[in-house]
């Protein structure tokens, strides 16, 4: 089973609707962090946690927030979609600072 | 503002040395460099880190000089396999930029 899991892989919405993608990992790690990817821009950080109770904005949160249910789960909700939130999101975890991060295989999602 | 700066893509032959080489203006004392690979449909996967001079491991070696502004990654006789987007990434602590990506198209 892979290491950092992402539901939905793919999903279409409507603009003013809710949406609310998940993220599991079983590597044990604190840090988890949520990233958008758009052609052209690479990666940028939107969310990141170091652990359970420590939750940090990141580059681009605005329209965005996030929950911490447990060290293995990280969820990003839309919480009123709007198109130009169209983009790949991605998960990753690390083991802490200086640490590669482990991506999880994305979410595309599509706002109309 | 803290910016991370790489080509939008290169081209190469199959056994031939590709350097990528990213530029880090603003780079802070304690930023640390990684590198990470992208193909299509999956998520980036890491391929070297490091923080000054040179590290190299059995993918790839990593070249960072005295003012650490910019890094070199360098992939040794590369393969159609290689070819990929290549992410540079600045940061630590609470800042993680990165670039816009290398689009790596290795030719037979």
């Known amino acids: 089973d892979a290491d950092v899991t992402q539901t939905p892989r793919n999903r279409i919405t409507k603009t003013g609707k809710r949406i609310m993608l998940e993220c599991s990992q079983t590597k044990g790690h604190d840090r988890m962090y949520w990233y958008r990817q758009d052609p052209g821009l690479g990666l940028r950080l939107i969310y990141y946690?170091?652990?359970?109770?420590?939750?940090n904005k990141g580059e681009i949160s605005d329209g965005y927030s996030v929950s911490r249910q447990a060290q293995a789960k990280f969820s990003l909700s839309l919480e009123s979609a709007i198109p130009n939130q169209t983009a790949l999101y991605f998960c990753a975890t690390s083991e802490g600072e200086g640490y590669e991060q482990y991506f999880g295989p994305g979410t595309r999602l599509t706002v109309t | 503002l803290a910016k991370t700066t790489q080509p939008i893509s290169m081209d190469s032959y199959e056994g031939q040395e590709v350097n990528i080489t990213c530029s880090h203006n603003n780079i802070a004392t304690n930023d640390y460099i990684t590198w990470y690979q992208q193909f299509p449909s999956q998520g980036p996967r890491f391929i070297i880190q490091?923080?000054?001079t040179k590290v190299t491991n059995e993918v790839a070696s990593l070249f960072i000089p005295a003012d650490r502004k910019s890094s070199t990654l360098s992939l040794p006789r590369v393969s159609l396999s290689d070819t990929a987007v290549y992410y540079c990434?600045?940061?630590?602590?609470?800042?993680?930029?990165f670039g816009a990506g290398t689009r790596l198209a290795v030719h037979p």
């Open positions: 490091g923080y000054k």
């Open positions: 990434l600045s940061g630590g602590y609470n800042k993680l930029i």
């Open positions: 946690s170091f652990d359970v109770k420590d939750i």
